[in-house]
């Protein structure tokens, strides 16, 4: 509110809002004597103008109303001025035939701007459906105007007025408002910073983008970028379009900050050739989602995102066999253990999609099982799927909690994703890890065995391959115990999905490195020769269940994660896209630096899917299937037996020494001492 005057007698306090405009005024006059006679009429002017929109702001909604009713009456006095002078060539004296068809002007006009909401529109955000209203509350007005002055007649009313007057009021209707919506926004930028911007892309989603930058006051649009030559050097809504050779020039000649990506219908890997060649550019990077984010909603500003490194894996995506996906969920019953993990909550969104007829979500988190079935039901509402949800607290090592689960809705298929995963956390604990790796599938497959549930799916993962950490030996010999179920005549197709590392989920590295880089750095890597497998969570879920679905039984199907990525690669991809630049010999001067720290308890310099082998093919292009060695069921109960004991008796060095008689690959990286501090792990999944 600004300032105000009260001046005290018998009636009270009476409080004038205009004295906010003229103390404005004052405080400007004063500021700008302080500078020269150019300057100070320039201070002066902003200086009065800011206090004149200041106070406008202030105002309460009808009072800015009535003022816009004043200016639309003021337009139709200025449109029939100027429609006499189109006409007759001069502006004549005032005569009362003029005076009635201006009154008449406004009287048809403002009730029909009303009634068409003009004067509910936010007057500062003029776009082109309040251009619309003002087209049709032009039109109406036009019918009764040109019906009174054209048709029927006034005496001293050149017919053509009728006409000629509804066409220029439309115009200066448009025109102030969009003046006016220029000047408070302008207003709304001078004292600050804001980010000067590029968009990649002249589509439909980048002049959304454009138009949702010009309303707000964080950014300003210098142009478009964009690849199709026959827009190179031209305007789209007042601003030029660029093509890619130019950019380096534009970027530092107009000093760009952000480029803003708005081209949300490209495929992964052209994105990643778009990011690949901005990445020189002391620019930061943003995007906007894909194109199925947009299809309900036009583009916002709030919209944009950093780039990730799922903009960077380059990997075209393989469009979902939907039979593969609807064959062991429509209609059917499913169970999904580990439900509140990252893996195991994407598993339930995915089958959520398929409308199964129930689905069973088992985890031992309260948190993590409360916040996916809340997510869940909403999820089912918001896509009016009838489905029946049942969360279930419990631990995949209870048999007999589990056996009631199991009993109280037989399920179709059972996909096991509930497991320890992170690798140093598991090696500090490597009987807890053997526990409900080994032992919690144990008892579910048991269970499934004897209940002859027809599917079971085991997550693994690629550390299962000549693993170097308890963690990636105990998934081994948790598919080991599949593979010798499924050999034994089980009713039940026991089969293994094993793939590598999933963007998003909990330890991942992308979090960590966003982190590290948001607190200036350093970032940490373990070798800069690390090299790690990467999927997006939705990608693997959706190939985990029509994995599942190709099942004969003991299969062991293989995730194409594409091309290894290396750690240090990553890592200075994520510090340039962010505008920065890393810090090393070759550029003292840099933002942020990458520190080596050394191989942690357990880890690798680079993973494997396959022990031995080919892989064979299947029909999916993303799933490959291997054969791999196991032990045969009575041999294998009784190792599992001994193992049980030593768990149960906290030997966990015996422990280890069972893994490593059960799986001749396991060559454990180095002992790990209780006292060892932990630390995070970047190649966890």
Known sequence: MPPVLRRKGASGALTLPCVGLIGGLKKGAARAAAHGPTTMKRRQLRDT?????????????????????????????????????????????????LVVATLVAMMISIPTLAMLGSYRAVFRHIGSAAILRLARASAFFAIPYSTIFTLWGIEGVPRTIGLLLPIILFL???????????????????????????IYGAGMAGRQLASAARSGREMTVIGYIDDNPDLAGRTIDAYPVFSMPEVAEVVASRRITHIMLAVPSVGRRRRAEIIESLKSLPVKVQSLPGVMDLAHGKVQVSDLHDLDIEDLLGR??????????EENILGKVVLITGAGGSIGGELCRQVLAFAPKCLMLVDHSEFALYQIDGELRRLAEAAQIDVDIVPFLGSVCDASRMDRLLRSRPPHIILHAAAYKHVPLVEHNPGEGIRVNVFGTLTMARLADALSVPNFVLISTDKAVR???VMGASKRLAEMVLQALAASGSATRFSMVRFGNVLGSSGSVVPLFRRQIAEGGPITITHRNMTRYFMLIPEAAQLVVQAGAMAKGGEVFLLDMGDPIRIRDLARNMIELSGLTVRDDENPDGDIEIHEIGLRPGEKLFEELLISGDPARTSHPL??????AYVLWDTLRME????????AAQADADAIAILQRLIPDFHR??????NQPMSVDIAAE
């Open 316 to 325: 075209g995506a393989v469009k979902p066999d939907r039979a593969l996906l």
């Open 640 to 647: 599992l037996d001994e193992l049980d004991a030593v768990i």
């Open 49 to 97: 103008a800011g206090s004149l929109i200041d106070w406008l702001r202030s105002l309460r909604r009808p009072s800015k109303v009535l003022i816009v009713i004043g200016f639309d009456c003021g337009a139709c006095i200025l449109a029939m001025l100027l429609a006499i002078y189109l006409r007759v060539g001069y502006i004549p004296m005032a005569s009362t035939p």
């Open 623 to 628: 799933i490959m299937k291997g054969n791999e």
């Open 172 to 198: 200066l209707l448009v025109a102030g408002r969009l003046v006016a919506s220029e000047i408070f926004r302008g207003y709304g930028r001078i004292g600050r910073e804001t980010s000067r911007v590029l």
């Open 669 to 674: 990286a180095s002992d790990v001492h209780q």
């Open 467 to 469: 693993p170097t950490n």
